[in-house]
Each structure stands twice: as C-alpha cells, then as structure tokens.
C-alpha cells in the first residue's frame, strides 16, 4: 500500500523499478516463509540467518554512506553509516556467540543476550544522535572523532563483556531466563525508538517521502521487535522467534530505503542532501523572476508613460513606438506605425537618414519637423538616436522631444512672467498713485491754507485801529496770497494738462518759428530770478537762426520747467547752462547744471509720471513730479525726444532733441512771437512759484 503511493509520487523515476521492486518483495517474502520453515527445522539456522540478513543490511548502510559520503556530504547518514559498522561487529559477535555457535562458554553465560543489548543499545543511540544532523544538516561531522568514540565505547563494552563482566549486569541468568534488567532494557529501547519514529515524522519534509515512509516503517517494527523480546523466556520460544522475524522485517525495510534508495537513486540521494539548498535556491530563481519580470513590467510602464516620444527602429521601419510617440505622430494604436519607413514621416525629404544614423550616440538632441501619419500635420520635435539591441538583434532608440508642448511651455511661462511683471508694475503705479494723491493733497492744501490764513490776518488787521500797521502787512499778506495762488494755479493746471494728455485733448499750436530766440527770450527773462538766488546762468548757441515749426506756448512751459527743475536744484555759486546745437536736421536744446544730480538708479524713472526722486528730497522742494512728464509728453508731440544725464553731486544735463518740420500753411514766419510781457511774467512767476517768494 506504502509502496504504492510511492509509486504514484514518483511516477516517471520508479515505472521501471516497479518490476524489480516486486520481484525483491516476492523474494523476501519467501525469506520470511523460509525463516520461520528454518525455525521449526533448526532455531540455530533460523537466528543465524536472521542476524547475518541483518549483519548484511548493516554493513550496506555502512558502505552507501561511506562511498556517496563526497557526493551527498549526508552527515545523517554518514553518522548511520559509523553507527551501523559498529552495530554489525557486535552483531556479528552476537550472532557466532549464540547457543555456543562458535565462541566457547567460558565466558559468561548470557555472552550472546548481553552482546545483543549492546548492539540494540549502540542501534538506538545511532538512531537518535542521527536526528541532529537532520534537524541541522549544517552541524560539521567530524568523522574521524564518531568513529573513534564508537570504537572506544564499543571496545569498552566487549572488553566488559568478555573480560571484566563488571559494568553491565547479567541478561540472562540458566535457571530464570531474561532478567529484569534485559526486560526493562527492551521497555527503554521499545520507548527510544518510538521516539525515533516521532522525531522521523516531525523531519518528515527534510527527506525524500519514499525514504520517509521506509524508515519510518522499519523503526515501527524494530519497536515491536524490542517488545516481542521482552517476552520469551527461552531464546528458542515463539517469542524470540517473532522478535528475530520482526528486526528481519525491520531491516528489510531500512534496507529498502536505504540502500535501494541509495544505490539505485542516488542522485535521489544527492537531492535529499540538497533538498534544503536546492528548495533555497529554486526560491531564489522564483524570486528573480518575480524581480525580473517585475523590472520588466516596471520597465514597460517607464518606457510607455514616458513623457518622451520613444521610437524603435530596425531596417529604417518602425517596429516599435510608446504612447507618447504615438500621440505625437498621430497614431491611434501601435499598427498604424508598425512596419513603415521612417522616411514617410520626415516633412523635409531632402534629410539623409543615414547621418541621422551615423550620428547616433551624440548626447545633442536635434530639431526636426516630421509628418503626422495622416500626412496633413507636422510636429516639430528634438530627437536623439542610440544604438540597442531590441529583441536580441541591433535596432536605434530614437527619443522624440516633444518641442510644441516645450514652445507653449515656454511661452506660458514667458506670459506667466510678464504677467507678474505688470502685476508688479501696476502694484507699482498705484503705490505712486496713492503717494501722488496724499502729496497732491498736501501741495494742494498748504497754499490754500496760506492764502485762508492771509486773509484771515487781514480781516483781523482791518479791524484794528493802527492804519500804519495794516498797510504794512497788507503788502506782505498779499504777496503771499499771490505767490500760493501761482503755486495753485501751476499744480491746478499740471493736472489738467496731465488729463488732457491722457484724454488727446492737449493738441499744438504749430507755427515755422524761431527757435534759438524763443529759449533765448525764456531763458533771459527768468535769468533775474535765477541770479538772485545767487546762481549764474549763461547762455550759448552755435547758430542764430533755426526755423521749425513749434508751439511756443509749450515750448516755452518746457524750457522753464527745465529752468525751475535746475534752479531748485542747485544751490549758491552754482551754474546753469542752456545751449542750443544745430544738428541741420534737428535741433538740440540742452539745459545743464551742476546742482546735486539725480541717483543712478532713479534717472530712469525719472520722466516717468508721479516720479518724485526722492521724497525727503523732494518734499523740501515742492513739486508733483509731474512736471518732467508733461516735458516729455509735449516733446513727443512735436515729434522731438529728451534725455538726461546725471551724476550725483556732480549736476544734471536734460537734452531736447527736436526734428526740423515746417508746416506749409504758416503764412508768414513768426520770429520771436512770444507770449505778452505780462503773460510771460505771469508763467515765469507760475512756474518758479515753489521757489521764490515774489516780490
Ligand atoms: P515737479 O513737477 O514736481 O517739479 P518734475 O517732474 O519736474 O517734478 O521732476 C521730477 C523729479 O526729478 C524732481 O522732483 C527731482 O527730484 C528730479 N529733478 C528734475 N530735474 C532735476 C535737476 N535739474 N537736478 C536734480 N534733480 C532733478
């Protein structure tokens, strides 16, 4: 029954030992029959053949653990093997010393039942030191040291035996039979070995099964063998008999495992050795190639979500392409790719494919603009070709960038900055908004309140009775009424023009003029000022005459705006120079001074509107900052420019640059048409009310 489910186990490698396996069980069943014939013919025949069977088995054992030893490195069965050579000698002795067979009697009297026990004893302690090395097939055996203590211990016992007959007690006494002793000793090796069939089960999984099974087996009937022992009284009863037939039994099936097992399987054997290692090592492979195909699956995913176009080439035909590759050229699966030449998706037919091969392996990548596979649509892209090995033969990875996805990319973030630029500008402009609005207030309020506080003196001053005292305040009150309201009227009307530039509203008055006599007159009417204040001022001009066509209304608020800017600026012993360069074609008009100067960093800002340079500078100096503004504003309107120079500490040079035009329906040349005396007054008085008190 055993057997057969061996069989079945093992199918493919015991088919063809079925056969010899059965004609060996036929056969020891006859032994068996033959036995028990020989037992009732003659007891001596019968228990010498049962043991030397048995002698025979155990030097087998010894001989397959010993040769296959290199091979298998068994440790278990080698310390069977050692355990079983001395077993067989003591077996032998037993075997010649039974019934007087061949060793006299002059030794004890129960030679062969205590030689017996030794042997059954160094059985059962092989057995159960042999477990050791099954549970830990890594514990080193040093051969040479079990071999040697078996002998020690064997040499001790026989010596006992033959010699001494102190150590072990009687086993067999004429008149009793058996001793307790004997009967106890075969309870214990009864117990040992059911032991031994335990610990066999629990390692069951760390030897081959049919070896298992075997083993097992032949343990079960050495336990009943030892038991069958316990009973007899004469060694030729029917117990003795079936305790002898038992360990026949027991050895039949030790020799099946081991020795066929051994001699007919034995790379069965190697394979119970390495089972551990084997197992170990097949984990390992199933486990790399989990890894490996976990890799590849990972590497799949890679490859296909990249969000690189990755193109396989072989032949010049595509043979394989990603997701990506496929959206970029247009592509619905990998089929509509597959197998065409590379050359129908180049735009440019002209390229030469075979540089573009050669020059695989240059880290760059390169511009290029492909053909969609619908053929009506381009993509530009930037790719770089690799020399693989696809599919076990040479192909070119070609990686596409994507350079559409890039160019919007770059233009979102090219927006995306301008956009928070002009956030931070408009930031900016309403930070200098609000500041405008708190200083317009301000500069709107102080003359106001100037004038109020004026008047209001001379309400109080009216009322009083000393004529004298009113009279001179009046004059003084009423220069600082009309001093405010210049003050007034020139932010009052900056404003408007500011909104009338904003608005267009602000439109010339063109008229073919004079030029160099306009800035002359302005500059000589506001020199009186200027030089009270203890600045020189000069003027210079490489020509007299330069007509084009003007407003000079605007040039004239440009010129004294400059002039004021300077003057306030600037402080005693300084100088102001306004010169004017013919350029034929345009003319130059530069107002220079050698006043503090602008900071670098602000003379850029500086016609910007609202642009006080500095506030705690400039708050000491009145203004808007509005002024530079309008110049600009009204030199673009004649089609002219301005720009500055400046150095810290050093002065500042603001150059008009303006186009020579002529106007066709200006009747007559107006040289020198300026305002009246008395306007021109008015605007100087307007235009330098931040900087003097009027006398
Ligand atoms: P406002 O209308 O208040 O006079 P402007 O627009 O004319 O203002 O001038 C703007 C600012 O430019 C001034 O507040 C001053 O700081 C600077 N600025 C203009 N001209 C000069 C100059 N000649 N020297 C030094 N700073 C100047």
Request: aromatic residues 12%; proline residues 1%.
């Amino acid at each position: 029954m055993e057997l057969e489910e061996i069989d079945k186990s093992k199918p493919s490698k015991l088919t063809k030992s079925n056969k010899i396996y059965n004609a060996q069980h036929l056969v020891f069943i006859g032994v068996i029959i033959g036995l028990i014939y020989l037992y009732n013919f003659n007891y001596y025949i019968f228990h010498g053949t049962a043991e030397i069977f048995s002698c025979i088995i155990a030097g087998g054992i010894f001989m397959i653990s010993f040769s296959t030893y290199q091979f298998t490195k068994n440790n278990f069965f080698m310390f069977l093997g050692i355990g079983y050579l001395f077993v067989l000698v003591v077996d032998v002795f037993h075997t010649v010393s039974f019934g007087d067979l061949l060793l006299s009697t002059h030794f004890v009297y129960d030679l062969d039942t205590r030689l017996w026990v030794v042997a059954r004893g160094l059985e059962l302690i092989t057995f159960l030191f042999s477990f050791i090395y099954l549970y830990k097939p890594n514990t080193k055996l040093n051969g040479y040291l079990v071999f040697i203590s078996y002998f020690a211990v064997t040499l001790f016992l026989c010596l006992d035996i033959f010699i001494f007959d102190s150590f072990l007690p009687p086993m067999r006494l004429k008149e009793t039979g058996i001793t307790n002793v004997k009967v106890y000793f075969e309870y214990v090796a009864s117990l040992g070995f059911i032991i031994c069939c335990l610990l066999l089960y629990f390692a069951r999984k760390k030897i081959d099964k049919s070896l298992f099974i075997l083993l097992e087996i032949s343990l079960i009937f050495k336990v009943f063998s030892e038991l069958a022992f316990t009973l007899y009284f004469s060694f030729t009863d029917h117990y003795n008999m079936v305790g002898h037939i038992l360990k026949v039994i027991s050895y039949y099936f030790a020799y099946m495992g081991i020795i066929v097992n051994g001699l007919q399987r034995p790379f069965e054997m190697i394979k119970i050795e390495n089972d551990n290692k084997i197992k170990e090592k097949e984990k390992q492979r199933i486990y790399m190639e989990e890894v490996i195909s976990q890799n590849e699956l990972c590497y799949d995913w890679i490859i296909d979500n990249s969000s690189n176009g990755i193109v396989i080439v072989r032949g010049g035909k595509l043979v394989y392409a990603n997701s990506t590759a496929l959206s970029m050229l247009g592509a619905k699966d990998l089929y509509d790719l597959i197998d065409k030449a590379v050359t129908e998706f180049l735009f440019d037919s002209s390229i030469d494919l075979k540089a573009i091969v050669d020059d695989s392996e240059s880290p760059n990548f390169k511009e290029i603009t492909l053909l969609k596979v619908n053929n009506n649509e381009t993509i530009d892209v930037e790719y770089s070709v690799n020399r693989i090995t696809y599919r076990g033969n040479p192909a070119h990875l070609v990686l596409l960038k994507n350079l559409e996805l890039y160019k919007e990319i770059n233009y979102l973030r090219s927006y995306l900055s301008e956009k928070k630029a002009e956030l931070s500008k408009s930031k900016e402009y309403n930070r200098v908004l609000t500041e405008f609005f708190s200083n317009i207030s301000h500069d709107l309020k102080t003359p106001i309140n100037v004038i109020l506080s004026a008047v209001q003196l001379l309400a109080i001053k009216k009322e009083s009775e000393n004529y004298e005292d009113f009279s001179m305040q009046l004059n003084k009150l009423m220069k600082i009424i009309k001093q405010n309201s210049y003050r007034l009227i020139r932010l009052v009307s900056n404003l408007i023009d500011m909104s009338k530039v904003d608005s267009g509203f602000l439109k010339l008055e063109l008229k073919n003029q004079n030029i160099v006599s306009i800035v002359e007159d302005i500059t000589q009417s506001v020199g009186e000022y200027i030089r009270a204040k203890g600045v020189n001022i000069i003027f210079d001009t490489d020509t007299e005459e330069k007509i084009l066509a003007v407003d000079s209304d605007k040039i004239e608020r440009i010129i004294l705006n400059l002039l004021s800017n300077a003057v306030k600026f600037t402080d005693k012993e300084d100088e102001i120079f306004v010169t004017i360069q013919d350029e034929d074609n345009s003319v130059k008009i530069i107002v220079r001074d050698t006043g503090i100067g602008i900071p670098e960093e602000k003379l850029r800002i500086i016609f910007e509107r609202f642009s006080q340079v500095e506030n705690s500078l400039t708050r000491n100096k009145d203004g808007s900052g509005i002024g530079l503004s309008l110049v600009k504003s009204m030199i673009e309107m004649h089609g002219g420019k301005i720009s500055v120079n400046s150095q810290e500490g050093l002065g500042s040079e603001f150059i008009i640059e303006l186009p020579v035009n002529l106007i066709e329906d200006n009747n007559e040349c107006e040289q020198g048409q300026n305002l009246g005396t008395n306007s021109r007054i008015d605007s100087i008085l307007i235009e330098f009310s931040d900087i003097y008190s009027i006398n």
